[in-house]
């Protein structure tokens, strides 16, 4: 009979209910309560339990979870990294740029203190010296002797300097004065182009941008032909012929 409550709680409140028919009050109790024990012991034994109670939530792994942060972590590295090598750039980058203001503003005034000692020197008085004679910023040498337009050029050469070059009318005045009384080679000379043709040029090759050529004179280069100064400081051609020469030498290349 024990056993059969065992296995069905519904019999075991049978039981207990006829039992109390036959028996006093007080028998009846303990019994009840036996059976109860005996029904909450066994069914103790009998019901399975679960770990952590039916509120416990399921978890990943310790082990799942911590790669994750670590890949948090490098990422947030790399942005703290990368955020400071672009400040590290930037800064830089307006330091070169003040640098650089700075360095054009010393070179200009630089260029505007040379330039202002430049015009200041050339603008001093004639002067003569050991034959040669300075006008702005040039010296100018008058030759004693006499050679064809070839020679005369060597002969500047061989000083230091050219056959003189006229750019401008007062350049041209002060050559005007020092070739007098005479006529003078100046370096003024028709060269032929890649097209066959034949234009003026200066000994420095540049080409014409003054002109004080003689009336009536033909400025058509010819092949050969080579400039002088008349005694008037006017502007002819020869192909051939000894004359004196205007040698001219700048002050930067003494």
Same mark, same amino acid.
């Given at each position: 009979?024990?056993?059969?409550?065992?296995?069905?709680?519904?019999?075991?409140?049978?039981?207990?209910?006829?039992?109390?028919?036959?028996?006093?009050?007080?028998?009846?109790?303990?019994?009840?309560?036996?059976?109860?024990?005996?029904?909450?012991?066994?069914?103790?034994?009998?019901?399975?339990?679960?770990?952590?109670?039916?509120?416990?939530?399921?978890?990943?792994?310790?082990?799942?979870?911590?790669?994750?942060?670590?890949?948090?972590?490098?990422?947030?590295?790399?942005?703290?990294?990368?955020?400071?090598?672009?400040?590290?750039?930037?800064?830089?980058?307006?330091?070169?740029?003040?640098?650089?203001?700075?360095?054009? =503003? %010393?070179?200009?005034? *630089? $260029?505007?203190?040379?330039? #202002?000692?430049? +015009?200041?020197?050339?603008?001093?008085?004639?002067?003569?010296?050991?034959?040669?004679?300075?006008?702005?910023?040039?010296?100018?040498?008058?030759?004693?002797?006499?050679?064809?337009?070839?020679?005369?050029?060597k002969d500047c050469q061989n000083r230091g300097?050219?056959?003189?070059?006229?750019?401008?009318?007062?350049?041209?005045?002060?050559?005007?004065?020092?070739?007098?009384?005479? =006529? %003078?080679?100046?370096? *003024? $000379?028709?060269?032929?182009? #890649?097209?066959? +043709?034949?234009?003026?040029?200066?000994?420095?090759?540049?080409?014409?941008?003054?002109?004080?050529?003689?009336?009536?004179?033909?400025?058509?280069?010819?092949?050969?032909?080579?400039?002088?100064?008349?005694?008037?400081?006017?502007?002819?051609?020869?192909?051939?012929?000894?004359?004196?020469?205007?040698?001219?030498?700048?002050?930067?290349?003494?």
């Open positions: 009979m024990s056993s059969n409550i065992y296995e069905d709680p519904n019999l075991s409140m049978n039981v207990k209910y006829s039992k109390g028919a036959r028996e006093d009050r007080g028998e009846r109790v303990e019994r009840v309560i036996d059976i109860y024990e005996s029904v909450d012991t066994s069914t103790n034994r009998c019901v399975p339990t679960q770990r952590g109670g039916p509120h416990t939530q399921n978890h990943p792994p310790a082990v799942q979870r911590n790669p994750f942060r670590a890949a948090a972590l490098v990422l947030g590295l790399l942005c703290l990294l990368l955020v400071a090598g672009v400040t590290v750039l930037a800064n830089q980058c307006d330091q070169l740029q003040t640098s650089n203001k700075e360095l054009q =503003t %010393s070179y200009k005034k *630089l $260029q505007t203190s040379y330039n #202002n000692l430049s +015009n200041s020197f050339c603008q001093e008085a004639t002067k003569q010296t050991h034959g040669w004679t300075r006008y702005q910023c040039s010296c100018y040498y008058k030759s004693i002797k006499m050679k064809n337009w070839t020679e005369s050029r300097a050219d056959l003189v070059i006229i750019k401008s009318k007062e350049e041209n005045d002060f050559v005007s004065e020092l070739n007098k009384p005479e =006529t %003078s080679w100046i370096g *003024l $000379q028709s060269v032929s182009t #890649n097209d066959w +043709n034949d234009e003026w040029k200066w000994v420095d090759e540049s080409t014409l941008s003054y002109m004080s050529w003689q009336k009536d004179v033909n400025m058509n280069p010819v092949k050969g032909a080579t400039a002088y100064m008349d005694l008037d400081g006017n502007w002819n051609h020869s192909n051939n012929g000894l004359k004196r020469w205007i040698c001219e030498k700048h002050i930067y290349k003494v």
